[in-house]
């Protein structure tokens, strides 16, 4: 009687069973070494280098290339070229920071809303501004940053260039992420909960405030992490319908001088700085998605995770 | 006039061209537990929504306690819903959630602890008040879900399949509790159903639904031995419906009908119909004996298959034409003097075989209807296709 | 009349439509309108004194002269439109599937092999969206200059070490191209993969398909729709970069046409052909925008 690889059968006399000889390599539940593999790969080239360059932001020298030494003088000290002390730098990141903070406080609200009456009010007009909305999330950003700038100087110059005329961009922009992200929650949590509080009494109104927006929490506070964490980034309509270079945020300055002009390591340094600000967002916003589901029981890292994301 | 008292007046609802809802009207007494009952897509659960509110009728009213409240928002109605998905606020503990209607109320907050407390021990649930929701099995969610309609002291409690999510046996534990809590707290329960073994045990009376109308309404007793048509007959329980033709119409002497080549006498039913008709008869009234004996309403046929069901035992018998049956026989301890294949007579008696007018479609059309998308359950499943 | 005047659910209506408002009248105003403003732009002509184009607003007044002098670029002689339009579908679309073959496997392995460590994966491979752009470009701005860590690797195992990478390598770009947008690439298909029932793919087992087979005639049929859906999210918005370009090379030779919009959008009296060529690309996207569209839409109102 053959018997299984790697495994003594002890066999009764009669009737025995005969065991097929199994292919060394063809256990059904191996795991795939391979696949696995292929990912750490993967995984290693898209974060090592995100790790060089937050590592050169730290160099003594000027050079982006060669280390030379530990230093934190591109962030703080008596430095000219440092963040803390150059104008220029320093302006450039509270910039981004009131760009990120406008546009979060102003589109997540409008977009929560938008989400909600388009998901309730049927009809036609509600089904083309969904796609209209849809397609403000296909598009290529420079499309839509060529026709801003040409819409405030052209036809409503009251918008002026500059910080207004970002924000209303990067507001239009990201109307996208709260409006799919709670539309997406709103239909999983369905009519019952606000008809339930309706026959217990509650106005149309009341229902939302009392039972809708405590379920849809999670999905707005996903959504304002991400439309921050977007706006820090952002970079082509900014450009685009930029004034001064006071109106300049960290991304469009790191941009404009990758080919010259600041030290290389100060903007690994900005980089770096706008990469603190995400992360810092980043982790709240997970923290908080958890801490707001824990009475709901499909809500796990996982979930969580991929609803920071935008999933 | 003692609470609760509906009145639906030609209520109508269209989706449409789907007519959901088609002229109906009924009357529940207060304190009354009324059961909606029908297959999927009856228009049961349309006509629960337009009582609570979340629908509005297009035509027709509703009246509760002398008032139309066919076109009040739901939250004005003197009305409660238990939701067939208990609907609990995921982020309220138990006893806010119970809370949450009371707050409309202008009860002091005092009031409110002491009503929610109550409402808690009614269902059993007391000292669950701080638990959330994910929590609690789903039992215990359907009793919260109860509490919460019920602490509000509606006229009406509207109930729509909340036994659904529940196991056969929990199911049947809370048939009886809810039961209980209805006479307890003397409140009008309107219930629907698709279950007819649930809506026979809890109600005082019953209205089966078929296609947004009511086909019967009357005492669970009185729809299940006296259906009025095919379909009623069907829907409750087996039915065992043939094809047959009146001899003699009833009226001047007893009704015969004709069942292929034997004629048999009827004495229940509708004894005047004439030409073609519907026989039915309950499986726990046919007889069968040995194939030599004789004696009226008796025909023979053959046993195709016995089905062993704890207390019971099923039989399924064919009949010389070709008829399929089922009989119900208690299990005694005594055996049974037949097995599959023996040959036997079998006798329907005439004060058992019900006359039912023919709706123009086939037998097996009528069990589909009947069945819509149900799971099947053996104890009250139709006769095999004849 | 059907007796719809219930005071109630009308009112019902009334709120979601104001709901609604401020985000339509946003979209409206900041991302219809502007593209009118384009078209009057492109339509419009030129004021020779300032070299400022001047738009035309009557849509029945709209010249083409600007469309004229675009097409002349494109495929007359000296066109340099044409080579860009053609490199920008080109690199796209080896991009496209470089980053597909890389992100699906990953996708597939940590959607339905990373058991107990599929958190932490899933940590990793979002952590790129909150790392900026610019940052991860960046990043390889460094590495490949000149006497940085790339060229040093390449020289210390024998290979010539002094490639300028930067200076206007196609690959360089296409390289940029992936390693931007793959993270998107990976996430839809993780979520798409990850919502694929697993019992369809026991059932194909049970019937006597061996892994692969299960995987060829089951799993990728059945993530069909997410491969395209992913496709779509990745390559309509990297037909319109420029910035990869700009970064990674700045070199004439390997332009897309973003950078050319954004040339004529910078050089002066040359916004109308700007505005002329945006909205080629526009139209071009369009199809597969609104089958994206369309789709999604379908989508989620099928779940509603």
Known sequence: MASVIGEPVSAPAAGAVIERRRRPLGNPWRRPWGLEG???????????????????????????ATWQGFSTK??????????????????????????????????????????IGIDRWRGRTSGGLNIVMIFSFVIP??????????????????????????????????????????????VTIGKTYEEAAADLGASQLGAIRRVLMPM???????????????????????????????????????????????????????????LFFSLVVAVIGYVAYRWMTRGERKAGATEALTSIAGM | MPGGHVQLQSLTKRFDEVTAVDDISLEIEGGEFFSLLGPSGCGKTTTLRMVAGFEPPTSGSIVLDGVNVARLAPNRRNVNTVFQSYALFPFLTVAE????????????????????????????????????PNQLSGGQQQRVALARALVLRPAVLLLDEPLGALDAKLRRTLQVELNALQKQVGITFLYVTHDQEEALTMSDRLAVMNRGKIAQLGTPEQVYSEPTDAYVADFLGVSNLMD??????????????????????????????????????????????????????????????????????????????GAALQALERNDGKGLPYSQGTPVRIELPADALRVLPDPGVGVSEIHEETLGDLPLDLATSAAPHS | MRGSSRTDHRRG??????????????????FVLPFYAMLSVAGGGINAFFQTSVPIWNPLHWSTANLSMVWSNIVGSGAFIGPAMLRTLIYTGIAALLSLAIAYPVAYFVSRYAGRRKALYLVLLIAPFWVSYMM???????????????????????????????????????????????????????????????????????????????????????????????????????????????????????????????????????????????????IVLLIPMIYYVISTARASREYA
């Not at chain 1, 080239?45 to 060089?52: F, G, R, T």
């Not at chain 1, 981004?96 to 997540?108: D, E, F, M, Q, S």
């Not at chain 1, 036809?155 to 799919?180: D, K, Q």
């Open chain 1, 74 to 115: 591109w962030y703080v000290g008596g430095w000219i070229q440092s963040v803390a002390n150059n104008p220029e730098l320093h302006q450039a990141v509270i910039q981004t920071l009131r760009l990120a903070g406008l546009t979060t406080v102003i589109c997540v609200p409008i977009g929560v809303a938008f989400a």
């Open chain 1, 38 to 64: 292929f990912t750490v790969l993967y995984i290693a080239w898209s974060i090592l280098p995100i790790a060089v360059a937050v590592l050169f932001s730290f160099n003594k020298g000027a050079s982006q």
């Open chain 1, 141 to 186: 950003e420079l499309l839509l940053a060529v026709a801003l700038f040409m819409l405030v100087t052209q036809l409503l110059t009251f918008i002026a260039l500059g910080t207004t005329a970002e924000v209303a961009g990067l507001v239009v922009w990201n109307l996208s992420w709260p409006a799919i992200i709670v539309r997406a929650r709103l």
């Open chain 3, 136 to 282: 991860r470009m960046l990043a390889w701005i460094d590495l490949l200059q000149q006497g940085g860590f790339f060229n040093k690797a390449l020289s210390s195992v024998g290979l010539p070490g002094n490639t300028d990478w930067l200076g206007g390598k196609s690959v360089t770009v296409i390289l940029g191209l992936v390693y931007g947008y793959i993270p998107y690439l990976i996430l839809v298909l993780y979520a798409g993969l990850d919502r694929i029932d697993g019992s369809l793919l026991d059932a194909a087992r049970d019937l006597g398909l061996s892994r692969w087979r299960t995987f060829w005639r089951v799993t990728v049929p059945l993530s069909k729709p997410t491969i395209i859906a992913g496709t779509f999210i990745t390559v309509l918005p990297m037909i319109g970069d420029y910035y990869t370009n700009q970064l990674m090379s700045a070199a004439p030779g390997t332009t897309m046409i973003g950078n050319v919009i954004e040339g004529q959008l910078e050089a002066a009296g040359q916004t109308g052909q700007g505005a002329v060529l945006s909205l080629m690309l526009l």
């Open chain 2, 244 to 321: 047959a033709t009146v001899e003699t119409s009833g009226g001047a002497g007893p009704c015969r009908v004709r069942l292929g080549e034997f004629v048999l006498g009827a004495e229940a039913g509708d004894l005047r119909a004439t030409g073609k008709v519907k026989l039915a008869i309950r499986p726990e009234r046919i007889h069968l004996h040995p194939h030599e004996s004789t004696g009226a309403n008796q025909m023979p046929g053959m046993v195709e298959r016995l089905v062993f069901l704890g207390s019971t035992t099923q039989i399924f018998v064919r009949l010389a034409n």
């Open chain 1, 216 to 274: 849809l929490m999670p999905a707005i506070f996903a959504s304002t992490v991400l439309v921050f964490a977007s706006t820090i980034d952002d970079f082509v309509i900014v450009e685009q319908v930029s004034s001064t270079a006071a109106t300049q945020p960290m991304s469009v300055l790191i941009y404009s001088n990758v080919h010259g002009g600041l030290q290389g390591p100060a903007l690994n340094a900005l980089a770096t700085i706008m």
């Open chain 3, 13 to 30: 209506r009334l709120l979601w439509i104001g709901l609604a408002a401020p985000g339509a009248i946003w979209l409206l105003v900041l």
């Open chain 2, 97 to 132: 959630n119970v809370a949450f209607g009371l707050k409309y109320r202008s009860v002091s907050k005092a009031e409110i602890t002491t009503r929610v407390g109550e409402a808690l021990e009614l269902v059993q649930l007391a000292g669950y008040e701080k638990r959330r």
